[in-house]
């Protein structure tokens, strides 16, 4: 017997060794397969998890991204319309211009950009777990991508909607802009194309026609201002229809010594101040009668008037009612206006100060005041441009 | 092939493969799926060759006893009849007859002994045998139960259980594909990436 027996396995007991490596193996194979299977669910979910999280944060910096863009979209019809319609306005093309200055500040400010976030589809998860998860987070992904198309589509089916409303909303103020100031047959686009009033002045007076309408003192503005061209036009084409130029009534009026393009007197603090120009419902604006003192502010209106009136009558007179055009002409144009003319001085300061003044309480206020006097009247005046009085 | 012993594929067709999943759903899964060695499943079989060298040398040793046993019986048996044909010189014939005939009685129970106590060793071989089988079935039962509760666990970490996901899952596919198909109708020339996917 050798030796060594205590070292050397029978076949049996070689074999029992193998048998409990075979056991050792299948517990280690085990665990390891539970380990690989719970590390890797671990794994996935956090994935998952974390996809959840970026789409969020993707989806809500598009969301806020929009909804800049609605904003901005917003503005830009706002002001291309308002744009495109005073373009097209007066011209006869309101509505078309409204449409389309809505349309084209739509599209500045991105209103035909597609709305759309960035999620690749590549780079959600993938795994071997949780595959209702990921579905649910492909569906999600899908249904967000969906949104954000129906999104545009809304947008672009917004926008035709907007071009139609804009065009019946820019008929419409087209509309008001045609309509007639009172009785005077001018309109807001009449004054517009005359020049009388500027594109601004235009679309506040649109604007503020279509949500309330103009205030009584704006309108009083304007039927002096369409008062003004009527005279302009009847004077301009009586001329005309005579042969006889408006350099002859230039000429006349510097003969007399008015100013010869507005036939003011030369007393009259526009032609003094340089603004013969400036309209008279902006010059008569109660800042300005505030800022200029009052008599100024009547006698020029006098003086404006005498001369309107004045070449109103010298045409007249010319169409028959007289032989004597220029010494009537003179004569209304004299400091010292006839009835006539304060008439139409005592309407317009009716306007101005609201109340019902004659020719005759003018000249007692004028004196007055410069008198000094302290009246009632005169009193009521100076609270009215000036404030109140105490003491 | 040892009895019983089932690859991780056979596993999961058999444990899959009725309940409507097919094998490219849990394909995959094999991973997470440990083997059950098959050495194990030689063991719950009785005429393994383990069991056989385990007889083998158990007879051996018993054998082994048993002629030890004989050779002293023998050798008493001997010792007793030189011891007898003395003492008949001494002490009378009947003397060492009986002396003689005692050890001989001797002699046979304890070769009765001898043979008993080998014919339990047989038994107690193949009772061993037989439990170590038993044992064996059980141990090979166990990581049976374990793999079949471990691929249960991945069968519904993976949702191969869940027909409404699979179903889902291929609806969603198809939607996509569908809302991909009419995203290039409308915007055609755009590339893929640019829709997301």
Aim: hydrophobic share 35%.
């Amino acid at each position: 017997m050798s030796t060594r027996t205590t070292t050397t396995f029978s076949p049996y007991q070689q074999s029992l060794l193998g048998v409990s490596a075979a056991k050792a193996r299948a517990i280690t194979e085990f665990s390891q397969a539970q380990t690989k299977t719970g590390v890797t669910a671990l794994y996935e979910m956090n994935e998952i998890e974390r996809a959840v999280r970026e789409i969020n944060k993707e989806v809500k910096e598009e969301q806020e991204k929009a909804r800049r863009r609605q904003g901005k979209i917003g503005i830009g019809r706002l002001i291309g319309s308002a744009l495109g319609f005073a373009i097209g306005g007066p011209a006869g093309s309101a509505a078309l211009g409204t449409a389309l200055g809505g349309l084209a500040g739509t599209a500045a400010a991105g209103g035909f950009k597609r709305y759309k976030v960035g999620i690749n589809k590549d780079k959600l998860p993938t795994g071997y777990f949780y595959g209702g998860e990921r579905q649910d987070l492909r569906q999600r992904v899908v249904d967000i991508e969906r949104a954000f198309k129906q999104l545009t589509k809304d947008q672009r089916t917004g926008i035709v909607k907007n071009l139609a409303m804009d065009y019946l909303t820019g008929r419409g103020l087209g509309k008001l802009g045609a309509k007639e100031i009172g009785t005077t047959g001018q309109s807001l686009d009449s004054l517009l194309q005359a020049g009388e009033i500027t594109k601004g002045e235009y679309l506040a007076d649109i604007f503020k026609s279509a949500v309330g309408g103009l205030s009584d003192e704006r309108v009083t503005q304007l039927s002096g201002i369409a008062d003004t061209i009527n005279k302009e036009a009847i004077t301009t084409s009586a001329y005309a229809n005579v042969g006889v130029g408006r350099d002859i009534l230039e000429k006349g009026r510097e003969t007399v010594g008015l100013d010869p393009s507005s036939g003011l007197a030369l007393s009259d603090p526009r032609v003094q101040l340089g603004t013969q120009d400036m309209k008279v419902g902006e010059f008569y604006k109660p800042s300005n009668v505030m800022k200029d003192g009052l008599f100024p502010t009547v006698t020029a209106q006098r003086n404006l008037l005498n001369a309107t009136m004045a070449e109103d009558l010298a045409m007249r007179d010319r169409f028959g009612r007289g032989s004597s055009g220029m010494d009537l002409y003179n004569q209304l144009t004299n400091p010292a206006a006839p009835t006539l003319v304060d008439q139409k001085a005592e309407d317009v300061l009716d306007a101005i100060l609201g109340e019902d003044f004659t020719p005759d309480k003018i000249d007692d206020i004028s004196f007055n005041f410069n008198s000094g006097v302290n009246t009632n009247k005169r009193n009521s005046l100076f609270q009215q441009t000036v404030g109140p009085m105490y003491g | 092939m040892a009895n019983g012993y089932q690859s991780n594929q056979d596993f999961l067709q058999s444990l899959f493969g009725p309940l409507g999943v097919g094998s490219d759903a849990y394909s995959d899964y094999a991973q997470f799926i440990p083997e059950v060695p098959e050495e194990l499943y030689l063991l719950t079989d009785p005429t393994a060759n383990i069991y056989q060298q385990l007889r083998e040398e158990r007879q051996a040793r018993l054998s082994t006893q048993l002629g030890e046993s004989y050779s002293g019986i023998q050798q008493s048996l001997f010792e007793t009849q030189r011891q007898a044909r003395g003492m008949q010189g001494r002490a009378g014939f009947v003397t060492g007859a009986d002396l003689a005939g005692d050890a001989s009685r001797r002699a046979a129970m304890v070769g009765e002994k001898a043979s008993s106590a080998f014919s339990r060793g047989l038994y107690d071989i193949e009772q061993d045998i037989v439990e170590q089988v038993g044992a064996e079935q059980k141990y090979v039962a166990g990581l049976e139960a374990q793999r079949r509760s471990d691929a249960l666990k991945v069968a519904e970490l993976a949702d191969l259980f869940d027909e409404s996901a699979r179903n889902r899952d291929n609806r969603y596919r198809n939607m996509y594909d569908n809302l991909l198909m009419n995203y290039q109708d409308n915007y055609g020339g755009r590339s893929r990436d640019e829709f997301g996917g």
